[in-house]
């Protein structure tokens, strides 16, 4: 699992290193430049939890969309796009937990594949060895992406929260989470962009904002405490 991640991070990273090359990374940061130098213009002072929020969301958007979005030319074909498994709650996940070990073949596709190598090699199929039992990726490997696209999320949860007031409700956090990767999804599935969109990505960025809430609303509460004991 340590080495999923490690080589999750890596690739984040990789892709990270180029997207500060393209020109919608940086109408993003300059963007939550505008918007700040716009707050500071209409209160007339820097509102400092708002500011780092901002700055942080703009950090995030510009990572989120390097992870999720580039690059376009190294994925899955449009027609993958369209599976029940993309489209059906948990089936993707759930499919690939069951056969992470791997699976055993029908006895027809078994029979199939043998005949395949004995008429690629020019022998008799009886000769032709071939294990019924295809093996998976190992588990590991299969919560790659349900862990991967849950971290991604969690700034989102924690500097929405830090930032704005209105957005300390739990269920406006998980409205957010939920728009901001049902946009990235629906973009790759419609459009073909980035990494094959699915709504099991949507169900873990979505946990993942509420994760980030639930770190902010923990934080919270401690430097509350804090200050309480220094009160008193």
């Known amino acids: 699992m340590t080495t999923t991640l ?3 991070w890596r690739n984040a990273s990789d892709a990270l290193d180029l997207m500060w090359t393209e020109p919608l990374s940086w109408l993003v940061l300059i963007g939550a430049a505008l918007w700040i130098a716009l707050a500071y213009r209409r209160d007339g002072r820097l509102n ?13 958007l510009v990572a989120a969309f390097a992870i999720t979005i580039y690059p376009i030319e190294l994925e899955a074909p449009r027609a993958d796009r369209f599976e029940i498994k993309s489209i059906v709650p948990l089936w993707g996940t759930i499919e690939a937990i069951a056969d ?18 004995a008429d690629a090699r020019g022998v008799p199929v009886e000769t032709v060895n071939l294990d019924r039992k295809v093996h998976g990726p190992g588990l590991s490997v299969v919560l790659k992406d349900p862990i991967g696209n849950t971290v991604l999320f969690l700034p989102l949860g924690f500097l929405a929260a830090f930032g704005w007031q209105d957005m300390r409700d739990p269920k ?33 960025n979505t946990l993942g904002a ?8 923990v934080s919270a509460d401690a430097a509350a405490s804090i200050r309480r004991q220094a009160i008193w």
């Open 172 to 204: 406006r956090i998980l409205m957010a989470g939920a728009a901001v990767s049902g946009g990235i999804e629906l973009s790759q599935l419609l459009f073909g962009l980035g990494s094959l969109g699915t709504i099991d990505d949507v169900i873990f």
């Open 6 to 8: 490690r080589n999750w």
């Open 48 to 60: 400092m939890m708002k500011t780092v929020a901002i700055a942080g969301l703009g950090v995030w």
């Open 210 to 217: 509420l994760f980030g809430w639930v770190g902010w609303r």
């Open 100 to 117: 992470a070990d791997g699976y055993w073949m029908d006895e027809d596709a078994w029979m199939r594949q043998r005949q395949a190598i």
